[in-house]
């Protein structure tokens, strides 16, 4: 006999599995593609480079073009250094909220829609509802594009994808782009005394640090105001930074990582190739003293913004759902960009608070659970229309 879930307890399962960005998300997706299967539902997976990771994708009902895709990340973020009152991978309850890592970002989501799958097979649909699960959103939504590569060349059209990143079940129809970037300067060791003829790498990645700074100043003092976004203007941030062996040493060596957040009518990859410009100009200036010296760019990974759209098929949709006529955007990244990108008109609409993510003590309120659950069940009876 095929299990059945309520959500509360398809989000205690989800919990249970400690699907860190670091760790394999195999056994959760193991556990989804049981529980499918013995529905009936046949489901795929992608896997990455390792073999340790793997999104999974599944269709549910006719294969006709039309449908809607629900789409979530499985893995969540670390709990090393942040002070839990409560087991972090035990789902716990306590004056109507649901406390555990994952609650809200996003297996809230996850689980509404997992444990409708039953309503689902039961009603008869005449448009599919297509499930898309990735791994590594939380590390620069790398898991997502091979995934949706496979879902618009394989299943049939569809007219919309939610994703359902927390927002409280109120329409989000943009966010801003991210590009993730490791810098490591390669400079060259002389004494202090001598600095003339060696490359602190130290330095040398503070005046790319500086014209960061300098940049995001412009762009504040540019920016637009109505834009909708909190700040509106495309950001530079490093936010960690290594190098140097002595006092009296130029350093041989820096790493810093950054992001970039880009407004949405702005181009991640233009202002990839802007930092790598000034990159190449401070490369030529230090290699004028010391050949040897470089600096290398590594991109992390890319998140393009998503855009809001004119008379999207993927907002109607859910304002139908949910009678909400209002319009948000956030500043933060999310996979709906690349469904965007790729043909499918999409929008953000999920369980939960933002402000919940990532923070110890995370939680979902029952309430939420609740509302997604009536989403889910709305969007349903949608598709038999």
């Not at 073009?65 to 789902?91: C, K, M, N, R």
């Not at 996850?110 to 444990?115: I, N, P």
């Not at 949405?264 to 930092?275: A, G, K, L, Q, Y």
Request: proline content about 5%; glycine content about 8%.
């Amino acid at each position: 006999m095929a299990d059945h879930y309520t959500a509360r307890q398809m989000l205690e399962r989800l919990v249970a599995i400690p699907t860190i960005s670091s760790d394999s998300n195999l056994p959760l997706i193991d556990f989804v593609a049981d529980y499918l299967t013995q529905h009936g539902v046949e489901t795929h997976r992608t896997y990455d480079d390792t073999g340790t990771k793997a999104s999974l994708h599944a269709l549910i009902g006719p294969p006709v073009a039309g449908g809607v895709i629900l789409s979530g990340h499985t893995d969540v973020v670390p709990v090393e250094g942040q002070d839990w009152t409560t087991d972090p991978f035990t789902l716990k309850e306590r004056n109507g909220k649901l406390y555990g890592r994952g609650t809200c970002d996003m297996k809230g989501f996850v689980a509404t829609a997992l444990a409708a799958v039953p309503d689902m097979l039961n009603a008869n649909l005449t448009h599919p509802i297509m499930l898309a699960l990735s791994y590594d959103e939380e590390v620069g939504c790398l898991g997502a594009p091979p995934m949706i590569d496979r879902i618009t060349a394989e299943l049939p059209a569809a007219r919309a994808c939610i994703v359902g990143e927390p927002s409280m079940m109120k329409l989000v129809d943009g966010h801003k782009g991210s590009i993730g970037l490791n810098v490591h300067v390669h400079g060259f060791e002389v004494h202090s005394s001598l600095v003339h003829t060696g490359v602190s790498a130290v330095m040398t990645a503070a005046r790319l640090i500086t014209w960061m700074h300098d940049t995001m100043q412009a762009n504040r003092a540019a920016a637009p105001s109505d834009t909708g976004f909190e700040p509106p203007w495309t950001t530079l941030h490093a936010g960690i930074i290594h190098g140097g062996t002595a006092h009296n040493i130029t350093a041989k060596d820096c790493t810093f990582v950054i992001d970039i957040r880009v407004a949405p009518h702005e181009s991640v990859d233009e202002w990839e190739d802007r930092f790598r410009a000034k990159a190449a100009e401070l490369e030529a200036e230090i290699q004028q003293i010391r050949p040897e010296a470089s600096i290398q760019i590594e991109r992390r990974g890319r998140v393009p913004g998503l855009l809001p759209e004119t008379d999207g098929a993927a907002e109607a949709l859910v304002r139908r759902l949910t009678g909400d006529n209002s319009t948000e955007k956030v500043s933060y990244g999310t996979e709906g960009g690349q469904f965007q990108e790729r043909g499918v008109s999409t929008v953000i609409c999920g369980p939960g608070s933002i402000k919940q993510a990532h923070q110890p003590d995370e939680f979902l309120s029952l309430e939420q659970l609740a509302e997604g659950e009536r989403f889910i069940a709305r969007l349903i009876a949608e598709l038999q229309d």
